[in-house]
């Protein structure tokens, strides 16, 4: 398990690393000066060598490549150009709604499609349970942004349940923002929900047909004590493997749908960021965002071999 | 496959119905469509559909058919060139790490984590915050995305063949490794990627989508359905209609390539039965 364990770890920071490489040369490959991109055509000398010497641009490669990681480590992301603050206080500000609204989805699509698709899998061949697949296929090619918008035109625009979009900030109450990040989670949550469900069956219909699916069911155990006890755990790994996959759309998903509702959060940062060619801020943000990923896949590797213990000897 | 076969799968048949549709659709929109797309009406803005406009018409007055049939060659061309740009680097890359296996397989597999730490979006941010928004940057961003999942594919699908008797045997005839690859690992693994292509075109579809909703894609004055839905945004509570038919469109699109996969797994691969 520990070495198992180790091996993974040391991948994903060697990955970590190389992802930071790549980010820090797209900046590199910029056509032209980045302090002058940044200021835009009308800049003077003064303001473009000042932006310059803060960027820390008149030092060589490597040493600029070796303080904007120790920074990342740090926490110092630097400063944002157009906000005059420090990129790190933009970050922690605007996760206070990405991150919730990306948490609310995962749960909620889990908790949609984990007894949809064991549904689906213990009806197979009924009409029911093609039904429900049905549905998923239909789930699957919703762009989720679309399905937002659906939303916001039934729930918000002629049922007047919810806000069509904005959100209240934190300090204005739990339940006021709460009730803003409904409609948006809803709608990251739901087509992903599809995707786990039609995985969630097939991976549970594969175990069905195992031969200790049998013995089970001869030994005299339940259809549903089969599913539930033998095939359900074993069918987790895939699952697992999804529910990874499904972080990184869902990050991606919330940067889009914060669009959709105007909520605060990383994806509008970075959206007004790229309109105002403040590379630093999407710098920040982009490697953020992937540092989350690579560690999110990590937590999903290893809890592989607490699924299945086969793993744990393995290195 | 006999043909027989694969007539007889619904998901199959529905797929291929839906996709050569929207194929058609594409290729009309090159001779005709019901108005010259773009033409503006700002008298006639926002009408519901009527047997003058199918679809209704935008608040611009446009006509809504009229863009989505202009708009599905965008949708394709993107999909379908990244999809290519995927296979093209991936496949390759995946038959190498199997035919080498050991350090040169291990890197290529490690460039593959690297490569899918970046989602889509993600990468066309970096790449529009650098050179600007625009197609072709959506494209490259799909299909740098579309990399790592075909060199997976390619990889693990040879990987198995290489333990077959067939391919053992080819080496003891004396075949070096990359005619082996050639003659009987990539035709053996055709069908394979044949489907995973589908998918990741359906999937291509939903990201031009998203990187055009939110300005990264395809720019005016080219019709693309993410953009139509953002525009459509902030009319959805005046004229629902046009938030309505371009997101059907996509949607519609991206069942029928996932039916004509899911079909063509089920008709390839006996094993799904």
Known sequence: ?315 | MSIGNALANRSFCVGLIVTSLIALVALVSFVWTPYPVGALDIAGKLKPPSAAHWLGTDHFGRDILSMIMVGSRNSIAVASVSVAIGAGIGVPLGLWGAATGGFVDEVLMRLNDLVFAFPALLSAVMITAVFGPGAINAIIAIGIFNVPVFARVARAAALSLWSREFVIAAGAIGKSPARITRDHILPNLASLLIVQATIQFSLGILAEAGLSYVGLGSQPPMPSWGRMLFEAQTMIGLAPHIALFPGLAIVITVLGFNLLGDGLRDVLDPKFQ
């Open chain 1, 1 to 315: 398990m520990l070495t198992y364990a180790t091996k993974r770890a040391l991948i994903a920071i060697l990955t970590l690393l190389a992802a930071s490489l790549v980010v820090f040369a797209m900046l590199e490959i910029v056509p032209g000066d980045p302090a002058r991109l940044m200021l835009g055509m009308n800049a003077t000398e003064d303001a473009v060598h000042n932006l310059q010497e803060q960027m820390g641009l008149n030092q060589p490669l490597a040493i600029r490549y070796f303080s904007w990681l120790g920074g990342l480590l740090t926490g110092d992301l630097g400063k944002s150009y157009t906000y005059s603050v420090p990129v790190f206080d933009l970050i922690k500000e605007r996760v206070a709604v990405s991150l919730p609204l990306a948490v609310i989805s995962l749960a909620l699509s889990t908790l949609i499609a984990l007894p949809v698709g064991i549904f689906a899998a213990s009806k197979r061949g009924k009409f029911s349970g093609t039904l429900a697949m049905g549905v998923a296929q239909v789930g699957v090619a919703i762009p989720n942004f679309w399905f937002a918008l659906l939303l916001v035109y039934l729930f918000a625009v002629t049922l007047r349940l919810v806000p069509a979009g904005g959100f209240p900030g934190w300090g204005a109450g739990f339940g006021v923002s709460l009730k803003s990040l409904i409609l948006p989670s809803i709608a990251l949550a739901l087509p992903q929900a599809a995707i786990l469900a039609r995985v969630t069956r097939s991976a549970l219909l594969e175990v069905l047909g195992e031969d200790y699916i049998r013995t089970a069911r001869a030994k005299g155990l339940s259809r549903r004590q089969v599913l539930y006890r033998h095939a359900l755990r074993n069918a987790l790994i895939p699952v697992l493997t999804i529910l990874g996959l499904q972080f990184a759309f869902l990050l991606a998903g919330t940067i889009i749908i914060e669009n959709v509702f105007y909520l605060p959060g990383l994806g509008r940062l970075v959206f007004q960021a790229i309109t105002q060619r403040d590379l630093i801020v999407v710098e920040g943000v982009v490697m953020l965002l992937i540092a989350t990923l690579i560690l999110v896949n990590l937590l999903v590797d290893l809890s592989y071999a607490i699924v299945d213990p086969r793993l744990r000897g393995r290195s």
